[in-house]
């Protein structure tokens, strides 16, 4: 297996501690005032990067009129600051601050032609986070934007390469010397829309079994979606949303 490189700097973040209450896996709904009377359905994942070091978010909805998007949370420590870097499918990419006071994390940017809050108040047994999206253009009155609610998956699983909910289908009941438990070492890896992990079977395995490794592959393509009338609009406009979560 290919040797690490800097693996001391991976660990947790202490600056980014208290955005432990989003990391999970959650069922979203919500409502965008640009499409009026249409409920969207998705998911969105919080999980640490980098054993800690960062927070990536993943978000997804079924229906074609909001994106699908990625973002990476870090930490500035001598502006003691944190900031989300976010991009979504419509090649659109934006830098907003992040902030954490007592039930709440919220985000922002203050961009002269377009201003957006998104902030996310969190129950109290962290089973729910109700999302209210905001924006202003050109400085003018503060409008509703995206509203989602999230609602924790009881179902609590691990995210890989191929993003939230595509879990990797390794068979549990293989002898334990093939396990990833007991396997030693594990490579994933998402190229061209195909997952794939290569577990390399050196430690606990009897004699006279395969060795080396063993590859599982899997497709994580979904259908390019056709952008709507709605979404198309907004991509020319550069966006009037704050990101998808």
Request: with cysteine; net charge positive; charged share 30%.
């Amino acid at each position: 297996m290919t040797t690490p490189i800097g693996p001391e700097a991976q660990r947790p973040n202490p600056a980014l501690e208290p955005l432990s209450q989003l990391v999970g896996v959650w069922r979203t709904t919500g409502t965008h005032p640009l499409v009026p009377g249409t409920t969207f359905h998705g998911r969105t994942s919080f999980e640490w990067h980098e054993d800690g070091a960062f927070v990536l978010m993943r978000s997804e909805i079924d229906e074609p009129e909001i994106p699908s998007a990625v973002a990476v949370i870090g930490s500035d420590d001598a502006a003691g600051t944190c900031t989300m870097i976010y991009f979504d499918e419509r090649d659109l990419s934006r830098r907003y601050t992040v902030e954490v006071a007592d039930g709440e994390v919220r985000w922002h940017r203050d961009e002269a032609g377009l201003a957006q809050r998104m902030v996310f108040t969190v129950t109290a047994d962290g089973t729910r986070l109700d999302a209210r999206g905001t924006m202003s253009h050109d400085g003018g009155p503060w409008e509703d934007d995206l509203q989602l609610t999230h609602e924790r998956s009881t179902r609590r699983t691990r995210l890989d390469a191929g993003g939230p909910g595509r879990r990797c289908p390794i068979d549990r009941d293989r002898p334990a010397w093939e396990r990833v438990s007991h396997a030693g070492s594990m490579a994933l890896s998402n190229e061209a829309g195909r997952c794939s992990v290569r577990v390399a079977r050196d430690r606990g395995r009897p004699s006279g079994s395969p060795s080396a490794t063993s590859k599982l592959s899997w497709s994580t393509r979904r259908p390019r979606r056709t952008p709507s009338r709605a979404r198309s609009a907004r991509g020319r406009a550069g966006g009037a949303r704050a990101p998808s979560a």
